[in-house]
């Protein structure tokens, strides 16, 4: 082969490798399924900026629903079989989320 050929290789490796270090410090996306009634894992511990996807592996559907901080509450509308919903969560803080069909369905998120 000649050098010709692997020069450009090498200066497309150095670019993926930079592009890796410049974005250091990306989003997190956790996951929380739920399934059998329930959200597992029921408690997790986030950093602020990083969000969360609700998975539903139950043949039914459910809800999100977010009460923040302040006693306010976000409806993320309905999660079907197999649909995601990722909600981003800005703010520190212990958010308490339950699905509105089934009251025993609840779970809790900390924001760090
Ligand atoms: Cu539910």
Do not use: W
Request: glycine share 4%; charged share 20%; with cysteine.
């Amino acid at each position: 082969m000649s050098r010709a050929f692997i020069a450009p290789r090498f200066a497309l490796s150095a670019t993926v490798a930079f592009s890796l270090l410049a974005f250091p410090a990306a989003a997190a996306e956790t996951k929380v399924d739920q399934h059998d009634l329930k959200f597992t894992p029921d408690a997790i511990t986030i950093n602020a900026g990083d969000s969360v996807r609700f998975t539903d592996t139950d043949h039914i559907t459910h809800n999100i629903t977010i009460v923040n901080p302040d006693g306010t509450a976000d409806d993320k509308g309905m999660d079907k079989y197999n649909e995601d919903i990722v909600v981003p969560f800005a703010k520190a803080g212990t958010y308490q989320v339950h699905c509105k069909i089934h009251p025993m369905m609840k779970m809790a998120i900390t924001v760090k």
